[in-house]
């Protein structure tokens, strides 16, 4: 069995892939990883700027480099019912320009992904950050069976609130969050399963292409299974 036919039965979300035309999510194996550190470390945001509650993206190009490869490697393994973490890369004409990134707490029961991603700087403004957005949203509804999807935003960062609001977002407010020290206001944004569905053509429009799934459905058995496990009795407790 090829080695990467082996890990997708061993671990379904390698081979998790959401494509529509020349944009795709897909699996961050380390030679994609190396890219997009690196990708990293020549820039996200304007130096001045931090839209990041966790400045990750200060240092050295190394510096930040390291940080993707440390977070992406924490994270790979975290897929439970209780929560689970799915990072994506996004991979535009056949190019890693960015990272896109969903995660749930209590699955099971709210069935609420909330997502979260970078672009390199290099690659902005090319429409590329609202099409993975949706592309993340699709995964989310279509392929996982969300009820409801989440995203967030410092309101200074005026380029991810503008993705939001372009997808269709509604807006629940804001609230503050500590970032290097300063209490500053961050948006909240949500998109409701009712809501999707009604601006599902529009997103295939926008997209320019059907969106198709691939390797999600043994993901999502993965999870359910792993929940059906979690409410079992436990033999060995006395």
Known sequence: MPHTDALARLWPASAVRVRAGDLELRWIDDDILVELAQLAGRGIHDPSAMPFEHPWSRGTADEVARSVLTYQWDHRSRVSPDAFTLELAVVHRGVPVGIQGLTAKDWPVLRRVTTGSWVGRQHQGRGIGTGMRMLALHLAFAGLGAEEADSGAFVDNEASNAVSRRVGYAHDGAFRVA????????????????????????????????????????????????????????????
């Open 179 to 238: 970032r290097e020290g300063v209490p500053v206001a961050h948006n909240r944004f949500v998109m409701s399963r009712e809501r999707w569905e009604s601006l599902r053509t529009a997103h295939a429009e926008r997209l320019g292409a059907p969106v198709e799934l691939a390797g999600v459905e043994a993901f999502r058995a993965q999870l359910e299974s792993a929940t059906a496990e979690s409410t079992e009795p436990n033999s060995l407790q006395t």
